[in-house]
Protein backbone atom coordinates (compact mmCIF):
# COMPACT_ATOMS: atom_id res chain seq x y z
CA UNK A 1 0.00 0.00 0.00
CA UNK A 2 1.38 3.52 -0.91
CA UNK A 3 2.03 5.89 1.41
CA UNK A 4 -0.78 8.08 -0.79
CA UNK A 5 -3.16 5.25 -0.40
CA UNK A 6 -2.66 4.59 3.86
CA UNK A 7 -3.13 8.64 4.17
CA UNK A 8 -6.61 8.14 2.10
CA UNK A 9 -7.83 4.71 4.62
CA UNK A 10 -6.89 6.84 7.44
CA UNK A 11 -9.21 10.28 6.23
CA UNK A 12 -11.64 7.65 5.44
CA UNK A 13 -11.88 5.76 8.75
CA UNK A 14 -11.70 9.38 10.32
CA UNK A 15 -14.08 10.54 8.66
CA UNK A 16 -16.70 7.64 9.29
CA UNK A 17 -15.80 8.14 12.96
CA UNK A 18 -16.75 11.27 12.59
CA UNK A 19 -19.74 10.62 11.34
CA UNK A 20 -21.10 8.13 13.52
CA UNK A 21 -20.24 10.99 16.18
CA UNK A 22 -22.34 13.04 14.41
CA UNK A 23 -25.48 10.55 14.10
CA UNK A 24 -24.90 10.07 17.91
CA UNK A 25 -25.45 13.46 18.47
CA UNK A 26 -28.30 13.80 16.16
CA UNK A 27 -30.24 11.06 17.83
CA UNK A 28 -29.63 11.98 21.95
CA UNK A 29 -30.65 15.56 20.53
CA UNK A 30 -33.62 13.84 19.00
CA UNK A 31 -34.47 12.32 22.07
CA UNK A 32 -34.26 15.27 23.94
CA UNK A 33 -36.57 17.03 21.83
CA UNK A 34 -38.96 14.55 21.52
CA UNK A 35 -38.59 13.56 25.87
CA UNK A 36 -40.14 17.76 25.70
CA UNK A 37 -42.71 17.20 23.27
CA UNK A 38 -44.13 14.38 25.58
CA UNK A 39 -43.07 16.40 28.47
CA UNK A 40 -45.53 19.23 27.62
CA UNK A 41 -48.53 16.67 25.99
CA UNK A 42 -48.91 14.89 29.18
CA UNK A 43 -48.79 18.00 31.18
CA UNK A 44 -51.44 19.47 28.79
CA UNK A 45 -53.61 16.30 29.73
CA UNK A 46 -56.48 15.99 32.91
CA UNK A 47 -54.80 12.43 33.98
CA UNK A 48 -52.26 11.85 36.31
CA UNK A 49 -49.30 9.72 34.29
CA UNK A 50 -46.14 8.34 35.91
CA UNK A 51 -43.24 6.95 33.70
CA UNK A 52 -41.22 3.64 35.67
CA UNK A 53 -38.14 3.44 33.91
CA UNK A 54 -36.37 -0.51 33.61
CA UNK A 55 -34.05 0.26 37.40
CA UNK A 56 -37.35 0.56 38.74
CA UNK A 57 -36.98 4.21 39.10
CA UNK A 58 -39.47 7.19 38.51
CA UNK A 59 -38.46 8.35 34.99
CA UNK A 60 -41.24 11.25 34.78
CA UNK A 61 -44.43 12.70 36.60
CA UNK A 62 -46.54 14.95 35.01
CA UNK A 63 -47.97 17.34 37.04
CA UNK A 64 -51.69 16.28 37.69
CA UNK A 65 -49.34 13.22 39.05
CA UNK A 66 -47.53 15.36 41.16
CA UNK A 67 -50.92 17.70 42.79
CA UNK A 68 -52.74 14.30 42.70
CA UNK A 69 -49.41 12.55 45.18
CA UNK A 70 -48.74 16.03 47.18
CA UNK A 71 -45.13 15.30 45.44
CA UNK A 72 -42.64 18.70 44.51
CA UNK A 73 -42.15 19.15 41.10
CA UNK A 74 -39.72 17.36 40.16
CA UNK A 75 -36.55 18.62 38.78
CA UNK A 76 -34.26 15.82 38.06
CA UNK A 77 -35.98 12.36 36.62
CA UNK A 78 -36.08 9.55 39.64
CA UNK A 79 -35.95 12.56 42.13
CA UNK A 80 -38.83 11.43 44.37
CA UNK A 81 -38.03 7.85 44.14
CA UNK A 82 -37.20 7.69 47.98
CA UNK A 83 -40.45 10.07 48.33
CA UNK A 84 -42.34 7.42 46.44
CA UNK A 85 -41.61 4.36 47.56
CA UNK A 86 -41.19 5.38 51.38
CA UNK A 87 -44.55 7.42 51.47
CA UNK A 88 -46.73 5.14 49.55
CA UNK A 89 -46.01 1.55 49.73
CA UNK A 90 -49.49 0.54 48.24
CA UNK A 91 -48.42 2.32 44.73
CA UNK A 92 -44.77 0.90 45.44
CA UNK A 93 -45.64 -2.60 46.00
CA UNK A 94 -48.28 -2.35 42.59
CA UNK A 95 -45.21 -0.41 40.84
CA UNK A 96 -42.80 -3.73 41.76
CA UNK A 97 -45.38 -6.35 40.98
CA UNK A 98 -46.72 -4.84 37.87
CA UNK A 99 -43.14 -4.97 36.42
CA UNK A 100 -41.88 -8.14 37.43
CA UNK A 101 -45.52 -9.78 36.19
CA UNK A 102 -46.11 -8.38 33.03
CA UNK A 103 -49.69 -8.18 34.36
CA UNK A 104 -51.53 -4.90 34.39
CA UNK A 105 -52.31 -3.85 38.16
CA UNK A 106 -55.07 -1.79 39.78
CA UNK A 107 -55.07 -0.50 43.31
CA UNK A 108 -56.64 1.97 45.85
CA UNK A 109 -54.36 4.62 47.22
CA UNK A 110 -56.80 5.83 49.65
CA UNK A 111 -58.86 9.41 49.31
CA UNK A 112 -60.58 8.24 46.58
CA UNK A 113 -57.55 8.27 44.46
CA UNK A 114 -56.72 5.10 41.79
CA UNK A 115 -54.43 3.81 40.39
CA UNK A 116 -53.40 1.56 37.38
CA UNK A 117 -49.87 0.38 36.50
CA UNK A 118 -49.34 -0.80 33.32
CA UNK A 119 -45.93 -2.60 32.02
CA UNK A 120 -44.57 -1.07 28.64
CA UNK A 121 -43.51 -4.32 26.33
CA UNK A 122 -40.80 -2.34 24.81
CA UNK A 123 -37.75 -3.04 23.36
CA UNK A 124 -35.86 -3.76 26.43
CA UNK A 125 -33.48 -2.05 28.53
CA UNK A 126 -32.60 1.29 26.95
CA UNK A 127 -35.84 2.28 26.20
CA UNK A 128 -37.16 5.77 28.13
CA UNK A 129 -39.76 3.72 30.53
CA UNK A 130 -40.51 0.21 31.14
CA UNK A 131 -43.59 1.16 33.41
CA UNK A 132 -46.53 3.70 32.87
CA UNK A 133 -48.79 4.43 36.04
CA UNK A 134 -52.15 6.29 35.24
CA UNK A 135 -53.59 8.00 38.23
CA UNK A 136 -56.89 9.02 38.53
CA UNK A 137 -58.50 11.57 41.53
CA UNK A 138 -62.66 10.30 42.49
CA UNK A 139 -62.28 13.62 44.85
CA UNK A 140 -61.01 15.92 41.83
CA UNK A 141 -63.17 14.47 38.88
CA UNK A 142 -61.58 15.69 36.05
CA UNK A 143 -63.76 16.32 32.69
CA UNK A 144 -63.65 18.01 28.96
CA UNK A 145 -62.79 21.85 28.99
CA UNK A 146 -65.20 24.46 27.68
CA UNK A 147 -63.64 24.67 24.91
CA UNK A 148 -63.67 20.88 23.91
CA UNK A 149 -67.18 20.83 24.36
CA UNK A 150 -67.86 23.78 22.11
CA UNK A 151 -65.33 22.57 19.08
CA UNK A 152 -67.20 18.72 19.55
CA UNK A 153 -70.65 19.37 20.09
CA UNK A 154 -71.13 22.93 19.04
CA UNK A 155 -72.14 23.82 22.73
CA UNK A 156 -72.80 27.41 23.74
CA UNK A 157 -69.86 28.19 26.66
CA UNK A 158 -73.05 28.22 28.89
CA UNK A 159 -73.92 24.97 27.82
CA UNK A 160 -70.50 23.50 28.00
CA UNK A 161 -70.37 24.74 31.47
CA UNK A 162 -73.98 23.47 32.23
CA UNK A 163 -72.13 19.74 30.81
CA UNK A 164 -69.46 20.69 33.12
CA UNK A 165 -71.52 21.18 36.30
CA UNK A 166 -73.62 17.87 35.71
CA UNK A 167 -70.23 15.45 35.00
CA UNK A 168 -69.12 16.92 37.97
CA UNK A 169 -71.83 15.66 39.84
CA UNK A 170 -74.07 18.42 40.16
CA UNK A 171 -77.66 18.69 40.20
CA UNK A 172 -79.55 21.12 37.67
CA UNK A 173 -81.45 22.63 40.94
CA UNK A 174 -77.68 22.97 42.15
CA UNK A 175 -76.37 24.16 39.41
CA UNK A 176 -79.28 26.36 38.94
CA UNK A 177 -78.71 27.78 42.43
CA UNK A 178 -74.70 28.16 42.20
CA UNK A 179 -74.49 30.47 39.16
CA UNK A 180 -77.56 32.60 39.98
CA UNK A 181 -79.95 31.25 36.88
CA UNK A 182 -83.67 30.07 36.76
CA UNK A 183 -84.31 26.64 36.40
CA UNK A 184 -85.92 28.00 33.53
CA UNK A 185 -83.11 28.76 31.69
CA UNK A 186 -81.02 25.66 33.09
CA UNK A 187 -83.20 23.18 31.75
CA UNK A 188 -83.07 24.51 28.23
CA UNK A 189 -79.69 24.49 28.24
CA UNK A 190 -79.96 21.54 29.38
CA UNK A 191 -82.45 20.39 26.61
CA UNK A 192 -80.35 22.24 23.84
CA UNK A 193 -77.19 20.00 25.16
CA UNK A 194 -79.16 16.74 24.64
CA UNK A 195 -79.71 17.58 21.13
CA UNK A 196 -76.23 18.56 20.43
CA UNK A 197 -74.88 15.62 22.13
CA UNK A 198 -77.43 12.98 20.50
CA UNK A 199 -79.28 11.44 23.31
CA UNK A 200 -82.35 11.49 25.41
CA UNK A 201 -80.88 11.04 29.00
CA UNK A 202 -79.01 12.93 31.45
CA UNK A 203 -77.09 9.62 32.07
CA UNK A 204 -76.07 9.07 28.90
CA UNK A 205 -74.75 12.52 28.05
CA UNK A 206 -72.75 11.77 31.46
CA UNK A 207 -71.46 8.71 29.95
CA UNK A 208 -70.23 10.63 27.32
CA UNK A 209 -68.67 13.41 28.85
CA UNK A 210 -66.51 10.94 30.91
CA UNK A 211 -65.67 8.97 27.98
CA UNK A 212 -63.25 12.18 27.09
CA UNK A 213 -60.08 12.79 27.44
CA UNK A 214 -59.71 16.29 29.52
CA UNK A 215 -57.30 18.88 28.51
CA UNK A 216 -56.42 21.66 29.69
CA UNK A 217 -57.80 25.19 27.73
Known sequence: MTEGSMHRQHGLVATRAAMRRDDKRCVAMTNKQNNTYESIALDAIEIGVIGVGYDGNLDYMNSLAERILGFPTLGVAGEAFAHFHNGNHV??????????????????????????????????????????????????????????????????????????????GKTVESYASDNGLSLATVRTHLRSVLAKTGVKRQIDLIRILHAILPVRD
Request: some cysteine; overall charge positive.
Open 91 to 168: LANAVRTAMSSGANISVALGSGCFATVVPLRGPGPGASAQGCVVLVSAVDRRVASVSQLTQLFGMTVSEARLARGLAQ
